[in-house]
Nanobody, 126 residues
Framework: QVQLVESGGGLVQAGGSLRLSCAAS????????MGWFRQAPGKERMFVAA????????ANADSVKGRFTISRDNARQTVYLQMNSLKPEDTAVYYC???????????????????WGQGTQVTVSS
């Protein structure tokens, strides 16, 4: 089991950067695949990025490749999403998610995840 709390959202101008954090509480964080999803008003929740339990493998949505980077620090039980070159279309509520798994795999579908944070708002102005 794991509890997730996102932070770091806010208002930023187009072209700017923002770093999201997801702090996890639990006893087996290092065994969890972690992911980021986002949901804009009136749209479905969409995959953003995922990282394997050890951090050795990552996956990114095509819309954010080259701009966003997911990472994790298992010692701090935290996963990060570094967002650069932000665009207005990145505006959304960003959610952190977790699912227990072995290493060397990632999950890119929302139904694969068992635990979710409450989300943090990211707004990119033009």
């Amino acid at each position: 089991q794991v509890q997730l709390v996102e932070s770091g959202g806010g208002l930023v101008q187009a072209g700017g950067s923002l770093r999201l954090s997801c702090a996890a509480s639990g006893r087996t964080f290092s065994s969890y695949v972690m992911g980021w999803f986002r949901q804009a008003p009136g749209k479905e929740r969409m995959f953003v990025a995922a990282i394997s339990s050890s951090g050795s493998k990552t996956a990114n949505a095509d819309s954010v490749k080259g701009r966003f980077t997911i990472s994790r620090d298992n010692a701090r039980q935290t996963v990060y999403l570094q967002m650069n070159s932000l665009k207005p279309e990145d505006t959304a509520v960003y959610y952190c998610a977790a699912v227990q798994s072995g290493d060397n795999r990632v999950a890119v579908r929302s139904y694969e995840y068992d635990y979710w944070g409450q989300g943090t708002q990211v707004t990119v102005s033009s």
